[in-house]
């Protein structure tokens, strides 16, 4: 049986540190562990957008995906695969927590792992991902220094 940890990333140092711990549970847990990195490329439904802005959106849409998968994702899928592990990449277009915690039931992940950042004025009005996502979701969340 695959076990699959699930590690969101954005290309911060706080990811290399959740990629770090995934790969330190997947040798304790045993080859058939999967590692999913996911990358979300922020977007908010509620945002106000100009119509020209509105009609540029999918094609900036599709080159942040691209982006993320050239940057992130495939340097990372690379030095896993490098050292033997099993690896998937995916990016990810809306809100992190919530799509993190959508993809953790959709492969039947066991966890959620992610990086901590430091914490900016607007995470301290709003929230932070990571806390929006240890409530939202359905499976352990690690959050790694």
């Not at 900036?60 to 050239?70: D, F, G, T, V, Y």
């Amino acid at each position: 049986m695959t076990t699959s940890l699930i590690v969101g990333l954005d290309g911060t140092p706080g990811g290399d540190s959740a990629i770090a711990h995934a790969k330190r549970v997947a040798t304790l847990v045993g080859p058939e562990t999967r590692i999913i990195l996911c990358y979300v490329v922020e977007w908010s439904p509620y945002s106000f957008n100009t119509p020209e802005e509105n009609a540029q959106r999918a094609s900036r849409r599709e080159s942040e995906i691209k982006l993320a998968r050239e940057r992130v994702l495939a340097p990372a899928i690379t030095e896993l695969e490098k050292e033997g592990y099993q690896v998937e990449g995916r990016v990810r277009h809306g809100d992190a927590a919530e799509i993190l915690s959508l993809l953790a039931r959709e492969v039947n992940a066991e966890q959620i792992i992610v990086g901590r950042k430091g914490e900016s004025m607007r995470s301290r009005i709003f929230g932070s991902v990571t806390a929006h996502l240890i409530q939202e979701a359905s499976v352990p969340v690690t959050v790694v220094p």
